[in-house]
């Protein structure tokens, strides 16, 4: 499986995160924005666009953006 998930950092507290369009068939995406230095997932939220912005991050964290549809996730970590 390739990683189609692009995270663009925005700025020291956001990203814009972009994906191949139906790479799990159709039907909407589901984001998870999860924080792997507290463990916390901080934001998930569901969307029918192939692009989201993620805001409020915290500087200096390590974060995992996973995009899900119809059970094929894909993806990327980035430290901010």
């Known amino acids: 499986e390739t990683s189609d ?3 663009t ?3 020291s507290t956001s990203v814009q995160l972009s994906w191949t369009a139906g790479f799990g068939g159709s039907g909407d995406y589901q984001v998870t924005v999860r924080n792997l ?3 916390h997932v901080e934001q998930s939220f569901s969307t029918s666009s192939t692009s989201a912005a993620v ?3 915290m500087t200096g964290n390590t ?3 996973s995009v ?3 059970g ?3 993806t990327e970590d980035i430290i901010l």
């Open 63 to 65: 974060y995992r953006f």
């Open 72 to 74: 094929f996730v894909i």
């Open 37 to 39: 230095t507290t463990g």
């Open 9 to 11: 950092k925005t700025s």
């Open 5 to 7: 998930l692009t995270v």
């Open 68 to 70: 899900e549809q119809n």
């Open 55 to 57: 805001n409020n991050l």
